[in-house]
Protein backbone atom coordinates (compact mmCIF):
# COMPACT_ATOMS: atom_id res chain seq x y z
CA UNK A 1 0.00 0.00 0.00
CA UNK A 2 1.67 3.87 -0.78
CA UNK A 3 2.18 5.71 1.81
CA UNK A 4 2.15 9.56 1.49
CA UNK A 5 5.18 11.30 1.72
CA UNK A 6 4.35 13.55 3.89
CA UNK A 7 8.19 14.43 4.56
CA UNK A 8 9.32 15.25 0.94
CA UNK A 9 6.31 18.03 0.51
CA UNK A 10 7.03 21.14 0.27
CA UNK A 11 5.06 24.20 1.83
CA UNK A 12 3.55 26.93 -0.37
CA UNK A 13 2.23 29.73 1.82
CA UNK A 14 1.16 33.04 0.27
CA UNK A 15 4.03 34.66 1.64
CA UNK A 16 6.09 33.59 -1.28
CA UNK A 17 6.12 34.47 -4.71
CA UNK A 18 3.25 33.33 -6.98
CA UNK A 19 6.25 31.58 -9.26
CA UNK A 20 7.69 29.88 -6.00
CA UNK A 21 4.03 28.76 -4.46
CA UNK A 22 3.62 26.92 -8.10
CA UNK A 23 7.10 25.52 -8.62
CA UNK A 24 6.75 24.20 -5.23
CA UNK A 25 3.20 22.89 -6.00
CA UNK A 26 3.98 21.17 -8.83
CA UNK A 27 6.63 19.33 -6.95
CA UNK A 28 3.77 18.19 -4.37
CA UNK A 29 2.17 16.69 -6.93
CA UNK A 30 5.05 15.16 -8.86
CA UNK A 31 6.05 13.48 -5.25
CA UNK A 32 2.14 12.38 -4.56
CA UNK A 33 1.88 10.66 -7.88
CA UNK A 34 5.70 9.25 -7.59
CA UNK A 35 4.83 7.50 -4.57
CA UNK A 36 1.78 6.04 -5.58
CA UNK A 37 -0.69 7.81 -3.50
CA UNK A 38 -3.79 9.31 -5.43
CA UNK A 39 -4.24 13.29 -5.26
CA UNK A 40 -6.91 14.53 -3.42
CA UNK A 41 -8.65 16.41 -5.48
CA UNK A 42 -10.84 17.96 -2.59
CA UNK A 43 -7.93 19.33 -1.56
CA UNK A 44 -5.75 20.17 -4.54
CA UNK A 45 -6.19 20.55 -8.29
CA UNK A 46 -4.17 17.19 -9.58
CA UNK A 47 -2.22 19.42 -12.11
CA UNK A 48 1.56 20.78 -13.50
CA UNK A 49 -0.12 23.22 -15.50
CA UNK A 50 0.95 26.71 -13.81
CA UNK A 51 -2.02 28.76 -14.81
CA UNK A 52 -4.44 25.82 -13.84
CA UNK A 53 -2.63 26.23 -10.44
CA UNK A 54 -2.70 29.47 -10.12
CA UNK A 55 -5.72 29.74 -11.02
CA UNK A 56 -6.49 27.27 -8.30
CA UNK A 57 -5.00 29.51 -5.88
CA UNK A 58 -7.07 32.56 -6.55
CA UNK A 59 -9.86 30.35 -5.85
CA UNK A 60 -8.95 29.23 -2.69
CA UNK A 61 -7.71 32.72 -1.09
CA UNK A 62 -11.24 34.18 -2.46
CA UNK A 63 -13.37 30.97 -0.96
CA UNK A 64 -11.42 31.60 2.70
CA UNK A 65 -12.03 35.12 2.12
CA UNK A 66 -16.15 34.63 1.70
CA UNK A 67 -16.29 32.01 4.41
CA UNK A 68 -14.28 34.51 6.99
CA UNK A 69 -16.68 37.16 5.90
CA UNK A 70 -19.93 34.93 6.15
CA UNK A 71 -18.21 33.86 9.94
CA UNK A 72 -17.95 37.44 10.84
CA UNK A 73 -21.74 38.31 10.03
CA UNK A 74 -22.84 35.12 11.57
CA UNK A 75 -21.39 36.37 14.58
CA UNK A 76 -22.13 39.61 14.72
CA UNK A 77 -26.10 38.76 14.68
CA UNK A 78 -28.32 38.96 17.86
CA UNK A 79 -27.74 36.01 20.00
CA UNK A 80 -31.21 35.27 20.04
CA UNK A 81 -30.88 34.97 16.27
CA UNK A 82 -31.95 31.18 15.44
CA UNK A 83 -30.51 30.23 11.23
CA UNK A 84 -31.68 27.79 9.21
CA UNK A 85 -29.92 24.35 9.57
CA UNK A 86 -29.61 21.98 6.55
CA UNK A 87 -29.89 19.04 8.61
CA UNK A 88 -33.54 19.74 9.97
CA UNK A 89 -36.80 19.55 7.72
CA UNK A 90 -38.72 22.41 7.63
CA UNK A 91 -41.03 21.04 4.70
CA UNK A 92 -41.43 17.96 4.72
CA UNK A 93 -43.58 18.03 1.10
Known amino acids: MP ?3 KDKLLKQGPELPMAERIRRYQHNIRVI ?3 GCAVPTSALVDTLDPAEIELWFADSAFRSHR ?3 AIEAVAQLPEET ?3 S ?3 ETDPD
Request: glycine fraction near 0%; charged fraction near 35%; proline fraction near 20%.
Open 82 to 84: TLP
Open 3 to 5: EWP
Open 67 to 69: LKR
Open 86 to 88: PFT
Open 33 to 35: RDS
